[in-house]
Structure formats: C-alpha cells, structure tokens
C-alpha cells in the first residue's frame, strides 16, 4: 500500500494522457519500455510458413512435419465424409520466410515455427494451433508464442500471448490465410503478426509514444514499478526488475516399458513419427509427445522419499520437433500447493536443446499468482545420454503481478 499514493498520481496522469492518445508508454529509468497501442500495433511483420508433412515415402530431406496420431476412431466412423482427420494430431518445425519462395534449405532459416496442430471438426476441416515462432538471425533473436483456433475461413486470427528476447513480454494478433495448398502434402499460410504490447529499447522509433514517456518521466517516475489501484489487487508492471522471481528443478523421469513404475513421471503419449524412424539418425524422437507429471523442487536433489506427493509439480507435455537434433516444446502448468503458495502458472514455449538456456513464455497465472506473466529461462541441470531422466532448472521471472 506504501507505494500507493505516488501510482495513483501516476495512474491519474497517464489516464488524462490516454485521453488524447491510445498509446500508453511507461518510462523507465534504463532498459525497456511498454508500449502499448491498441489502434495502430506497435511492431508488424508478415511471414510464410511453409508445411511439407512426411508422406511415408523415403523422401525424408524435404519433409519439416508428420503426423504424430492417427485420426481418431471417430473420423474413421464419420460415414459421408471421413477424410477430415479429426483428431490427428501433426508436431512441425517449419520455416518461416518473409517471401513466398521456399528456401533453399528448409531446416536451416533464420525464422522457423516450432509446435503442433490437430484437426478437430468431423464435417470440415479445421485446425488448432499451439506453436512458436523462433527468431534466430542478427535482425532479431528470440521467440514468440501462438495459440488459437484455424478453423476453413479466408482468414482466422489466433492469439500471439506471449514473448522472450527481442519480443520480451510481446501480445498481439496473427491473421492467417492460406496462400498455397497443395494436397496434403504442402501448404503455405501467410501470416500477418501485429504486436499490440511492446517492450522496447530507448533507441527505437516510437514518435508517438516518446512523447509521453517523456510526460512521464517529466511527473516525476523515479521508480522503474508502476502500480494501478484496483479494489483489492494491485497490479505491479516492472520490467527492469522481476516483480517476483523464484528458482526451481524440474525432474522428469520417462517411464521405461519395465514393470518399475513407482519412480515414473512421464511417459510416451505418441511412438516418434513415421518420418523419425525413417531419416537416418532416428534417435531425435521426432514427433514423439511425452505427458508428465513432474516434481518440482528447491534444490537438485530428487524429493524423498515419494516422487508423486511434491509442494510444487509440472504438468503438461513436451513433444520432440526436431529430425537431426534433440529439440523440443513445451506446454504445461507449474502447480503449487504448499503453505507458501498456492495457484498456477501457466507457461508455453520452445526448448531449443542446442542453446545453453531457453526461455519460455509465462502466458498467466491463477491462484497467488493470479494473471501473472513472465519469462521463465531453462537449462538442462543433468541429463541421462538417453533422456530417461533429466533435471531442468527452470528460474521464473514475473514481470506482470497482482498483489
Ligand atoms: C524405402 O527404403 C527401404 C529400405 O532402404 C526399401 O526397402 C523400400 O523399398 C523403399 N521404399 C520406397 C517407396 O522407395
Ligand atoms: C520433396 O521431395 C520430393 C522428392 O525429392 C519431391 O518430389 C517433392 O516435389 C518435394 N516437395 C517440395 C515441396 O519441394
Ligand atoms: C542460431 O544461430 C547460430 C548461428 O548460426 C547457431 O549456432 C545456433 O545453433 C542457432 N540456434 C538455434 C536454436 O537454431
Ligand atoms: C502517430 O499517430 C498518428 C495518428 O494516430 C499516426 O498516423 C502515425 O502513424 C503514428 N506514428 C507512429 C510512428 O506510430
Ligand atoms: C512384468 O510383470 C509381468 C506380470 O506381472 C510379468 O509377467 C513380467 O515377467 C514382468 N516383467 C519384468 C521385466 O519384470
Ligand atoms: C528408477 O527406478 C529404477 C528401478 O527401481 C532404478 O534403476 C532407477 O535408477 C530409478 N531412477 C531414478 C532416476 O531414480
Ligand atoms: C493440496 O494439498 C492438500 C493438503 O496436503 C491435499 O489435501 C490436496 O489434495 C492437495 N491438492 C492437490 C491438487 O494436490
């Protein structure tokens, strides 16, 4: 509550500022600045996706997805149409360009989309999506998380909820259009990202914005928080310094196929993908999608003596997208339940194995953590040479808190 009096001096000056502006910027001592723009997006892009899912045949070089699942048994009994896959479910790592061309080599873009998409409608064809998009160039280093629903309309929009990187803590919308469809076997969907939420540096280009953070800075923001009153809840936005951070090791130890279950926390959903087995080195597990339920604890120490009965789990899954290395993706939930804390948090993103840390995207939160978002950074802490078991440790920054 200390803080109070001076946010809601600040919360009044930049309400009467938005008055004559859409765009809210808040200034901070050093670093990032939130832009927010919800008329015109602070940052744009337009992207191809490129989709050329493994067809059985030997021809593995040129294949960047496969089918992980069969269609369901309710697509195969849908009589009239069948054909529609429901249920099937598709894991990627395609590239992106910013023309229509293919590029010459499809596994090394600056630009790629690593994640899934299942057909789910019996009558129609229509997809959902859960992916990142992975920037990996001089123009732009880090990731941005997707989500949302493709249904067979001209364009659809799905939900940019999170960033790392150069587009730390980004929100926004991509339109998708499908701009090529070739059997089943290719397509190519243009995808037009307009980021709404931006942090960015001093030195970018924002006429409109500086402007006001120059109000801000002028009224007197010595602190790099900005709180807004609300009834109950304040909300902390500070993007300099972690509004809450913790530190935490993931255990994850896939169950073996051996009767010794007790000590098992995740295990196979899917084999690894037709196209997998089929390029030379198949120990990548291309495809394969691993549901877990996983200690979390403070140390790196395994929790005794009960792998199942933990303060703090992860649960969710991870899906191996990579045909020449180890790479994955993840989507899961870190649930508390202790004296300390108890909620949420909600996190999605790409594992870039062949990077020494990762960050993921903390998409929001319930409970202690109600809302909450950030950007969680992985390393792998030990890892069996077979993957059966590895130790991640996993720091959660938040930068968005309601307390
Ligand atoms: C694929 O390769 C295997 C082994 O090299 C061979 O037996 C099979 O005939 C090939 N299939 C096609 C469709 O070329
Ligand atoms: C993929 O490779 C096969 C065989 O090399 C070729 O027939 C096919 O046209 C290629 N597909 C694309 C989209 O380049
Ligand atoms: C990013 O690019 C660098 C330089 O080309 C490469 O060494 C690194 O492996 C790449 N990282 C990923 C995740 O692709
Ligand atoms: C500033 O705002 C005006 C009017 O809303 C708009 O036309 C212009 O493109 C904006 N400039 C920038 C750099 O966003
Ligand atoms: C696993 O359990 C089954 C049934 O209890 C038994 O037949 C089998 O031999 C066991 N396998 C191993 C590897 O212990
Ligand atoms: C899991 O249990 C098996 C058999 O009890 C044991 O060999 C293995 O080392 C255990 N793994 C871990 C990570 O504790
Ligand atoms: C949380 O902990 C309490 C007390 O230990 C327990 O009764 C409850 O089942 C736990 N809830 C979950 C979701 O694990």
């Not at 149409?81 to 080599?105: C, H």
């Not at 969907?189 to 914005?209: F, H, P, R, V």
């Not at 913790?246 to 926390?265: G, V």
Request: charged letters at 20%; a neutral charge.
């Amino acid at each position: 509550m200390a803080a109070m009096s001076k946010a809601s001096l600040i919360v009044a000056a930049i309400f009467l500022l938005s008055l004559t502006s859409a765009t809210v910027a808040h200034g901070l001592r050093s670093g990032r600045k939130f832009v927010m723009s919800y008329d015109e997006p602070c940052m744009e892009m337009r992207l191809y996706l490129h989709d050329i899912l493994y067809d059985y045949s030997n021809s593995t070089s040129n294949s960047t997805s496969a089918a992980a699942t069969k269609p369901t048994a309710l697509a195969t009994a849908v009589p009239s149409t069948g054909g529609t896959f429901f249920g099937r479910m598709v894991v990627f790592n395609d590239p992106m360009t910013k023309g229509k061309a293919l590029p010459p080599s499809l596994e090394e873009t600056a630009v790629r989309a690593q994640g899934f998409y299942f057909y789910d409608k019996k009558e129609d064809f229509s997809a959902w999506f859960a992916f990142s998009i992975v920037f990996n160039s001089t123009e732009h280093r880090g990731t941005l998380n997707l989500m949302g629903a493709d249904p067979n309309t001209a364009t659809r929009d799905i939900s940019v909820v999170g960033g790392t990187g150069d587009f730390f803590m980004s929100r926004g919308v991509a339109t998708l259009r499908t701009d090529a469809f070739e059997g089943f076997t290719y397509f190519r969907l243009q995808m037009d990202i307009k980021l709404y939420e931006c942090y960015l540096g001093l030195m970018a280009t924002w006429s409109n914005a500086s402007l006001i953070v120059a109000a801000v800075v002028v009224l007197g923001l010595s602190s790099a928080s900005v709180a807004h009153g609300r009834r109950g809840r304040s909300f902390v936005s500070s993007y300099d310094a972690p509004c809450k951070e913790m530190r935490l090791y993931l255990h994850d130890i896939i169950y073996d196929y051996s009767n010794s279950t007790s000590n098992s926390t995740s295990a196979a959903a899917t084999k690894p993908t037709a196209l997998s087995t089929a390029v030379s080195n198949p120990g990548y597990f291309f495809g394969e999608m691993v549901v877990f339920n996983d200690p979390m604890t403070e140390g790196k120490a395994l929790p005794s003596p009960a792998m199942e009965k933990t303060a703090v789990r992860a649960q969710g899954l991870y899906l191996y997208d990579k045909k020449e290395a180890p790479n994955a993706w993840f989507a899961f939930s870190v649930v508390f339940n202790s004296t300390a804390h108890r909620g949420t948090l909600n996190l999605m993103g790409a594992d870039l194995m062949s990077e020494k840390t990762r960050d993921l995207s903390v998409v929001g939160g319930t409970g202690d953590f109600f809302m909450a978002r950030g950007v969680a950074t992985l390393s792998t802490d030990e890892a069996s040479a077979d993957l059966s078991y590895f130790r991640l440790k996993v720091d959660i920054k938040l930068y968005e808190c309601y307390v």
